[in-house]
Protein backbone atom coordinates (compact mmCIF):
# COMPACT_ATOMS: atom_id res chain seq x y z
CA UNK A 1 0.00 0.00 0.00
CA UNK A 2 0.94 3.58 -1.30
CA UNK A 3 -0.21 6.86 0.10
CA UNK A 4 0.69 9.79 -1.79
CA UNK A 5 0.58 13.37 -0.40
CA UNK A 6 0.89 16.18 -2.67
CA UNK A 7 1.96 20.43 -1.74
CA UNK A 8 2.70 22.91 -3.34
CA UNK A 9 0.00 24.57 -5.14
CA UNK A 10 -1.07 27.78 -5.22
CA UNK A 11 -1.62 31.29 -6.78
CA UNK A 12 0.65 32.39 -9.44
CA UNK A 13 1.06 35.04 -11.83
CA UNK A 14 1.15 33.88 -15.67
CA UNK A 15 3.96 33.01 -16.55
CA UNK A 16 5.07 32.21 -13.01
CA UNK A 17 6.43 29.07 -11.29
CA UNK A 18 5.56 26.79 -9.30
CA UNK A 19 7.00 23.26 -7.53
CA UNK A 20 4.53 20.63 -6.79
CA UNK A 21 5.87 17.70 -4.61
CA UNK A 22 4.51 14.08 -3.87
CA UNK A 23 5.56 12.53 -1.08
CA UNK A 24 4.70 8.58 -0.69
CA UNK A 25 4.54 6.94 2.77
CA UNK A 26 6.06 3.49 1.88
CA UNK A 27 9.12 2.94 -0.59
CA UNK A 28 8.50 3.93 -4.58
CA UNK A 29 10.91 1.94 -5.71
CA UNK A 30 12.17 1.48 -9.49
CA UNK A 31 9.12 -0.64 -10.16
CA UNK A 32 6.95 2.19 -9.81
CA UNK A 33 6.04 4.68 -12.59
CA UNK A 34 4.97 7.47 -11.07
CA UNK A 35 2.92 10.28 -12.89
CA UNK A 36 1.22 13.64 -12.34
CA UNK A 37 -1.99 14.29 -13.96
CA UNK A 38 -4.72 16.91 -13.73
CA UNK A 39 -8.20 17.55 -13.94
CA UNK A 40 -10.00 21.13 -14.74
CA UNK A 41 -13.68 22.26 -13.43
CA UNK A 42 -15.88 20.19 -15.94
CA UNK A 43 -13.04 18.54 -17.52
CA UNK A 44 -11.86 14.83 -17.75
CA UNK A 45 -8.32 13.85 -15.27
CA UNK A 46 -5.74 14.10 -18.27
CA UNK A 47 -1.74 12.70 -17.56
CA UNK A 48 0.92 15.51 -17.51
CA UNK A 49 3.86 13.87 -17.44
CA UNK A 50 5.15 10.61 -16.07
CA UNK A 51 8.66 9.20 -15.28
CA UNK A 52 9.59 5.45 -14.85
CA UNK A 53 11.70 3.91 -12.20
CA UNK A 54 14.89 4.19 -14.21
CA UNK A 55 14.18 8.42 -14.88
CA UNK A 56 13.01 8.11 -18.25
CA UNK A 57 10.26 10.94 -19.20
CA UNK A 58 7.41 11.43 -21.02
CA UNK A 59 5.13 14.55 -21.03
CA UNK A 60 2.17 15.74 -22.78
CA UNK A 61 2.54 18.10 -25.74
CA UNK A 62 0.86 21.33 -23.88
CA UNK A 63 3.31 21.09 -21.26
CA UNK A 64 6.50 19.73 -22.90
CA UNK A 65 9.37 22.51 -22.35
CA UNK A 66 7.56 24.26 -19.46
CA UNK A 67 7.03 21.52 -17.07
CA UNK A 68 9.58 19.18 -15.82
CA UNK A 69 8.96 15.58 -13.83
CA UNK A 70 11.71 14.36 -11.65
CA UNK A 71 11.71 11.62 -8.55
CA UNK A 72 13.92 10.98 -5.92
CA UNK A 73 13.85 7.80 -4.53
CA UNK A 74 16.16 7.95 -1.34
CA UNK A 75 13.41 10.41 -0.30
CA UNK A 76 10.31 8.46 -1.64
CA UNK A 77 9.18 12.07 -3.22
CA UNK A 78 8.47 12.84 -6.92
CA UNK A 79 8.32 16.50 -8.34
CA UNK A 80 7.01 18.80 -10.87
CA UNK A 81 8.25 21.70 -11.75
CA UNK A 82 6.48 24.00 -13.73
CA UNK A 83 8.10 26.83 -15.25
CA UNK A 84 5.81 29.93 -18.00
CA UNK A 85 2.02 28.91 -16.29
CA UNK A 86 -0.46 29.30 -18.13
CA UNK A 87 -4.41 30.12 -17.10
CA UNK A 88 -5.12 27.09 -18.72
CA UNK A 89 -2.58 25.14 -16.83
CA UNK A 90 -5.40 26.06 -13.92
CA UNK A 91 -6.36 22.54 -12.38
CA UNK A 92 -6.14 20.10 -9.34
CA UNK A 93 -2.95 18.20 -9.95
CA UNK A 94 -3.13 14.86 -8.47
CA UNK A 95 0.66 12.16 -8.11
CA UNK A 96 0.13 8.86 -9.19
CA UNK A 97 1.76 6.10 -8.59
CA UNK A 98 1.61 2.74 -10.81
CA UNK A 99 3.06 -0.59 -10.36
CA UNK A 100 2.19 -4.26 -12.70
CA UNK A 101 2.16 -7.15 -10.34
CA UNK A 102 1.47 -10.30 -11.62
CA UNK A 103 0.09 -8.75 -15.10
CA UNK A 104 -2.28 -6.39 -13.06
CA UNK A 105 -1.94 -2.75 -13.10
CA UNK A 106 -2.41 -1.13 -9.86
CA UNK A 107 -2.38 2.73 -8.98
CA UNK A 108 -2.40 4.56 -6.30
CA UNK A 109 -3.25 8.76 -6.20
CA UNK A 110 -3.06 11.37 -4.02
CA UNK A 111 -5.94 13.68 -2.82
CA UNK A 112 -5.20 16.75 -4.89
CA UNK A 113 -3.49 20.03 -4.70
CA UNK A 114 -4.75 23.39 -6.14
CA UNK A 115 -3.29 25.49 -8.68
CA UNK A 116 -4.88 28.30 -10.05
CA UNK A 117 -2.87 30.61 -12.55
CA UNK A 118 -4.32 34.05 -12.74
CA UNK A 119 -3.59 38.30 -12.42
Known amino acids: QVQLVESGGGLVQPGGSLRLSCAAS????????MGWHRQAPGKQRELVAQ???????DYVDFVRGRFTISRDNAKNTVYLQMNSLKPEDTAVYYC?????????????WGQGTQVTVSS
Open 96 to 108: SARIVVVHTTITY
Open 26 to 33: GSISSNYV
Open 51 to 57: IAGGGTT
